[in-house]
């Protein structure tokens, strides 16, 4: 026995000796780790320029090696020779390969670096084709050994697949005619040499969604370590680093500011994608608008309406550009701006005689994403519902009889169907489904939903009501026309309202033609008129509560005795007492002098000359900022203001344009005259709302961006223009006669004499009228237009190019040189050469032309009716050439140039704010790169 157990134990022991050690991995020892990869799967990994690794998969290596403190070497071998080179040790790990139970059973896999989603790029020509069952009779191309290929078999059997070992050759294969679909990732790569082509032929909003491929990377399994180092090495990557990756790579955008948004192609005219790829539509009109205004650059991505949630969801979007949303807003994401509402109804083939939508005896269709359609199986419980991704499958199917009709907004109906086939299709008036799109973004993104808020709180009905008219052919019946009857508020916003029937708002009694009481005890005024506009369109109750003394106003609205206070400036102090909302009357301001006082083109003309203002207004901190060498006289009210002019303690007196052209009506104050300097501040009117009432400042906003220039111009029409009452003439007549009975002569001379009084005085007023409207549309130096009459024809024009699709161009100049004119000569000199500039523009463009002066030195040119953008170079380079020429004045020759920044529409702006920002900008790069020159935007 004993014998027995020492073999036994010698056995052992040599089977100990013979076993091997357990050996550290080597790339653990030496802390050199290599990756395998192919280069064929944009944007994972492809070469650049250089032929460098570049990539998602590249860049996350990159930072995993790092973090599990190895040096890494990317070697980029043929597709086929990866798995020879991981099982012969010449690399380490495969870099990137798809999750199949064959390669769990093959390799230690790792956690999923990123899901990549792949699919089929169809040619533009295959319009029916929107399933990849139809794809069937083509000839489909895919890369030799991917996962595409497989899933592609498996999904469609018996479809023919053409595989290929290079990326390149599959895309020259498919431009050259011989694939009409392809496989490939989230986007095409862009190193390919005839990449614009592709997109054109295959464009991506006609891409057909494969398959999720869980992308990981592949370690041989004896090496269980170094696969358990870097599993570790990944848990510890920064928190929202792949996230990073993922945006920068698969949208194609490296700015991190850069909002991406989902579109709903193939929804015209609110949104769709043209031929060749780009976005266009009335809600793309809105959002390039939201930040043109907001200075945040966006990129959108076209998808179908679930697609887009889908996207938004996986984080690989923003926001949603209008999800139609009825009650519950989907999971994971959260409601920010209703942007757009539509009306859907049901059309059926012209030959059938529905009544009512119970006699159907197919099916109907309705998009999958439609919000109605809970409510369609609620008020319709015996119908049969089919739901559908695009128009194309319901027409379709339509056609083959499979389903009787379907739903659509009248408007998409409109715009994609009808236009062609008008006489195919009938619709029931009942029943109708109200349907809003609503901006999304992700449940967490409160940041993103503050910005995307308030950019679209800034835009104003005149902007929507534009877009509106660029894209319907009956804007009247569009949901921002719509406003002007009624704005749509919040269920929150009207369970307010109901709360607080009556909301007291303070004014002024004695400060016509804003604010005023009539002989008969009535408010009047620009401030009534706003009201009664806003009690019109929100519902509400706002009721004016005159005051003669604005300190007791304000204490009353401090004490809560008023809701709201109208044209209260916000200062410092007072936005910690008060909200406050939009400008709803821009208050253009005018100085008053005695009419011997001489013209006054520039405030900087009032140096050392002392003006009498109302201590509470706003523009008081703008001229102590802006012309600290003008004496400040502040008075109680305006009327004190008055008295101090016209007994000569001060030069002159300050007001808005509306009240000192009301002060001029009245004969007692014929002896002043009124001046509108170029450099003159405008600021803006609003209306404090109590601090405590957030959601009534909210509605007072929504109802304030309703305010068009139309509304603006007729309440302007009704208070500015100084209209000579004959009635008044007549009653004064009328006293003078009975004063006078029994006169004889006397009475037929006074009466005369009175008579000619009054039509002297009717002429005097009606050529101040017809002087007055000049100077709220004219430079007075220049006599150019000015920025108003500027805004208003750019509008109008930009308008009329949208509808017949021309060219306008914009022609921002600012004079080179004349600093020093003015600086050597005095402002007298100066502007004697304004004006011979001024008339220099005006000879080098046509009459239907506009000629204005921005400020300053600075005019702009509107250009109408181009045919090309050479039509503007042309007229720069005549005012070049003009300007090149020396300036006689009165005391010298003077040389001055410019520099002109050149804006097109609609390449560079689809709005008048647009153009003016884009040619500003332009004119700048023009003075930055020599002046005396041009800039285009390209």
């Known amino acids: 026995m004993k014998h027995i157990i020492t073999v036994i134990f010698m056995l052992c022991s040599l089977w100990t000796v013979a076993a091997p050690l357990k050996a550290p991995d080597p790339v653990l020892t030496s802390g050199r780790l290599v990756v395998g990869t192919n280069d064929d799967i944009y944007p994972y990994v492809y070469s650049d320029n250089q032929q460098k690794p570049v990539g998602l998969v590249i860049d996350l290596w990159h930072q995993l090696a790092n973090t599990a403190g190895l040096t890494l070497e990317i070697r980029v071998l043929p597709r086929v020779q990866l798995a020879t080179a991981l099982a012969n040790g010449d690399i380490d790990v495969v870099a990137g390969l798809s999750r199949n139970p064959e390669r769990e059973q093959q390799y230690l896999l790792g956690p999923t670096l990123v899901n990549v989603y792949s699919n089929v790029f169809v040619h533009r020509d295959l319009n029916n084709v929107n399933q990849l069952q139809q794809l069937k009779p083509y000839l489909i191309g895919a890369l030799q050994q991917s996962a595409n290929s497989v899933s592609l078999r498996q999904a469609v059997p018996g479809l023919i697949v053409r595989e290929f070992a290079l990326q390149d050759d599959l895309y020259n294969a498919a431009l050259n005619g011989e694939l009409r679909a392809f496989t490939a990732q989230d986007r095409l790569s862009p190193r390919f040499d005839r990449i614009k082509e592709l997109q054109e032929q295959f464009p991506l909003y006609r891409k057909l969604p494969l398959q999720k491929i869980e992308l990981t990377y592949a370690v041989l399994r004896n090496r269980p370590a170094l696969a358990a180092h870097l599993g570790q090495a990944y848990a510890a990557l920064p928190e929202g680093f792949v996230e990073k990756l993922e945006r920068r790579w698969l949208s194609g955008i490296s700015d991190e500011n850069t909002v991406l948004v989902a579109m709903a192609e193939g929804n015209p005219p609110l949104m769709n994608v043209t031929p060749n790829g780009l976005p266009q539509g009335l809600l793309v009109d809105l959002w390039q608008l939201w930040s043109d205004q907001t200075g945040i650059p966006i990129a ?271 200062t410092p102090e007072r936005k910690k007492q008060a909200n406050f909302s939009l400008n709803f009357w821009p208050s253009q301001w005018a100085l008053l002098s005695l009419g011997h006082t001489a013209s006054v083109a520039s405030m900087r003309e009032l140096s050392g000359s002392s003006v009498a203002i109302e201590k509470d207004y706003d523009i008081n901190l703008l001229l102590q900022q802006q012309f600290p060498e003008i004496k400040i006289v502040p008075t109680s009210h305006y009327d004190e203001s008055l008295e101090l002019l016209q007994q000569g303690q001060v030069n002159y007196a300050i007001d808005t344009l509306m009240v000192t052209g009301g002060t001029l009506r009245k004969p007692e104050y014929s002896n002043l005259r009124m001046h509108l300097p170029a450099d003159m501040p405008v600021t803006p009117s609003l209306f404090a709302v109590r601090k405590d009432y957030p959601l009534l400042l909210q509605i007072i906003d929504q109802g304030l961006r309703t305010l068009s220039e139309a509304d603006r111009t007729e309440i302007r029409n009704r208070w500015f223009l100084l209209d000579f009452d004959p009635d008044l003439a007549q009653d004064r007549v009328y006293t003078l006669v009975l004063q006078v009975v029994g006169a004889g002569l006397l009475l037929f001379a006074v009466v005369f004499f009175w008579n000619m009084s009054l ?150 702006g689809i709005d008048s704010n647009g153009l003016l920002k884009s040619a500003d900008s332009l004119m700048y790069l023009a003075k930055q790169s020599g002046k005396g020159q041009y800039r285009f935007s390209r």
Not at 423 to 436: C, D, F, V, W
Not at 783 to 801: F, G, K, T
Not at 837 to 864: H, I, N, P, Q, W
């Open 300 to 570: 959108m991505v076209p998808e179908t309406t679930t697609e887009g949630l889908k996207t938004l969801r996986q984080g690989r979007v923003d926001a949603h550009m209008g999800f139609p949303v009825a009650g519950k807003t989907p999971e994971g994401v959260r409601q920010v701006w209703p942007v757009y509402r539509l009306m859907s109804s049901f059309y059926y083939s012209a030959g059938q005689k529905f009544t009512d939508i119970t006699q159907v005896s197919l099916p109907i269709g309705v998009f999958a994403a439609a919000s109605y359609v809970e409510k369609l199986r609620q008020d319709y419980p015996v119908l049969q519902i089919r739901s559908f991704e695009k128009l194309e499958e319901m027409i379709r199917a339509f056609e083959r009889n499979e389903i009787s009709g379907f739903f659509i907004s009248d408007l998409v109906m409109q715009h994609r169907v009808l236009q062609t086939n008008a006489n195919a299709y009938k619709k029931l008036e009942q029943p109708r489904y109200q349907t809003e799109l609503q901006v999304l973004v992700s449940a967490d993104d409160n940041k993103l939903a503050d910005k995307l808020r308030q950019g679209f709180q800034a835009i104003t009905q005149d902007q929507l009501e534009t877009i509106e008219k660029r894209w319907l052919a009956r804007p009247e019946t569009g949901f921002y026309n719509s406003f002007r009857q009624q704005v749509p508020l919040s269920p929150q916003a009207q369970e307010w309202l109901k709360n607080h029937h009556s909301i007291r708002v303070g004014v002024m009694a004695n400060w016509p033609p804003m604010e005023f009481v009539d002989q008969d005890g009535v408010f009047k005024g620009v401030t009534q008129d706003i009201l009664t506009k806003l009690n019109q369109r929100l519902g509400t109750e706002l009721v004016a509560v005159p005051y003669f003394d604005w300190q007791l106003l304000v204490q009353d609205f401090l004490d809560g005795k008023l809701d709201m206070i109208a044209n209260m400036a916000d």
């Open 759 to 908: 039509r002297r005085e009717v002429g005097l007023r009606r050529d101040m009228e017809q002087k007055m409207r000049f100077m709220a549309t004219h430079d007075d130096l220049t006599q150019l237009a000015n920025r108003a009459l500027l805004q208003e024809r750019l509008e109008q024009a930009v308008m009329q190019h949208a509808r017949h699709q021309e060219k306008l161009a914009l022609l921002f100049i600012d004079l080179d040189g004349f600093k020093a004119v003015n600086d050597s000569f005095g402002h007298d000199v100066g502007d004697e050469l304004l004006t011979r500039v001024a008339a220099m523009l005006k000879y080098c463009v046509r009459k239907s032309d506009t000629v204005a002066r921005f400020g300053g030195d600075e005019f702009v040119v509107l250009l109408t009716g181009l045919l090309d953008r050479d039509d503007a170079a042309i007229v720069a380079e005549k005012i070049l050439l003009q300007l090149a020429e020396p300036v006689q004045l009165s005391v010298s020759q003077v040389k001055v140039g410019a520099s002109i920044g050149i804006a097109l529409y609609p390449d560079d």
